[in-house]
């Protein structure tokens, strides 16, 4: 069986033996949206949990509006979304004075985005005069809100914590830890102070910090609770299909959004097998799914959920942007063994970067685990990851095991999650 993989901005073809029986594992599909202005003008008219977008321009009357955006790690279409969003907010506020609108690119603890890549995320002849602002976790001036009940301490930068209308825009996916992304998270994480977002972070320890989990799961719990002490007044998010396509576009209050559209990604992105494999192959989805080895791991993690305990698990990732985190490399390169990272880490305690190795260390004393990367094979060994080519590794593994091995082959690993199914 030959099946075509993304890797990188390219395909790669890989080839099973016969001798396996291998069933391909993807996501569902749904209708494609292919006109993003009346999508979100919609949304914006019946929003979640919230008046209109109109009427809280109307009643709120801000003097300043800040919107916050993701970075370039997130494949949604932040240039199409702000058009439209500022040609909303322009003609709901006719007398709106454009140089009070700040726009913040949140990427959270990613190196802030250069001119380059602002240029790529924002419209900059859309309104003349407004300001651009890139958030920087460590030096950005912040806002203190509080303490929230798991003791997550609430610092926001200040750019877009001072306006008197808030807004998020992002995007719902999976999470390994945090149940989905969306909702309040592109501020109260995106665009937060170092110490909130690693203290919200260690949460995952919890074993209710699940993917696919919102309900219990006291990560996603703890962001929503920020973002309710915020006070964020309205949350635009979209669903994307496997092929980066905009199937839902929803607009609301943010909790109420992240519960809706979680719903869409589960129908999308949820599937239900009876048992697991031997081996599987994940291809974390291309580009820019697989941009770095950071980003990677997250399709190691939810593939792991697919295969039995000390099975075999290939990933391939292509890094274009390299291992993507100083801090998780020069960490992981100290140790000698995923087990010897594992307690290191839990013995001192959760520190962003660094968690990147215990993630992968967790699934490396589980599994056999090889990555096709274009990244050099000495850096993969220091961080306790064997290069192999796929093709090859797939026939030796099958060689090796007994009978007829089940494979699984995963198409879109980062966002792809598995569950029992029901009988």
């Given at each position: 069986m030959n099946i075509d993989l993304k890797y990188g901005d390219s395909q790669f073809v890989l080839s099973i033996p016969e001798k396996a029986e291998a069933t391909v594992l993807q996501p569902a599909s749904l209708p494609i949206l292919n006109n993003m202005r009346n999508a979100l003008d919609h949304a914006l008219r019946n929003p979640y949990g919230c008046e209109s977008f109109e009427e809280q321009v109307r009643q709120i009357a801000p003097k300043r509006v800040s919107i916050a955006v993701p970075d370039e790690t997130r494949s949604i279409p932040v240039k199409s979304l702000l058009t439209i969003l500022l040609d909303r907010l322009l003609a709901a506020f006719p007398g709106f004075d454009s140089s009070e609108l700040t726009l913040v690119i949140g990427g959270g603890l990613h190196p802030p985005v250069n001119q380059e890549?602002?240029?790529?995320?924002?419209?900059?002849?859309?309104?003349?005069?407004?300001?651009?602002?890139?958030?920087?976790?460590?030096?950005?001036?912040m806002i203190d809100f509080g303490v929230t009940r798991r003791g997550t301490p609430v610092w926001i930068n200040a750019d877009f914590a001072e306006a008197e209308f808030k807004i998020v825009i992002g995007q719902i996916d999976p999470h390994q830890f945090v149940g989905f992304t969306g909702g309040a998270k592109g501020v109260v994480i995106g665009c937060a102070a170092t110490g909130s977002i690693e203290h919200n972070h260690s949460l995952m320890f919890d074993d209710k910090a699940q993917v696919g989990r919102i309900d219990g799961n006291p990560v996603r719990e703890d962001m929503n609770e920020a973002g309710e002490m915020v006070q964020i007044d309205l949350a635009v998010n979209i669903v994307l299909d496997a092929n980066l396509n905009v199937v839902r576009v929803l607009a609301g209050e943010p909790t109420a959004v992240l519960k809706e559209g979680a719903k869409t990604c589960a129908s999308l992105d949820g599937i239900a097998i009876e048992d697991k494999f031997d081996i599987v192959a994940a291809s974390c989805g291309g580009y820019p799914k697989d941009i770095s080895l950071y980003q990677a791991q997250k399709g190691l993690n939810l593939a792991s959920q697919a295969v039995k305990h000390g099975g075999k698990i290939l990933l391939m990732a292509a890094c274009s942007q390299g291992v993507g985190d100083d801090i998780y490399f020069d960490y992981v390169s100290r140790f000698s063994t995923p087990e010897e990272v594992v307690k290191d880490f839990k013995r001192l305690g959760f520190k962003m970067g660094a968690h990147k190795a215990y993630l992968f260390g967790r699934t490396l004393i589980d599994y056999d685990v090889a990555i096709f990367s274009d990244l050099d094979p000495g850096i993969l060994k220091k961080c306790h990851l064997k290069a192999a080519h796929p093709t090859r590794i797939m026939k030796k593994w099958v060689e090796e095991l007994k009978g007829r091995p089940r494979v699984a082959v995963i198409t879109n690993a980062n966002t792809t999650y598995f569950y029992q199914k029901r009988t």
């Open positions: 890549g602002q240029n790529r995320l924002i419209p900059m002849d859309k309104a003349p005069g407004y300001r651009v602002v890139v958030h920087d976790a460590a030096r950005s001036r």
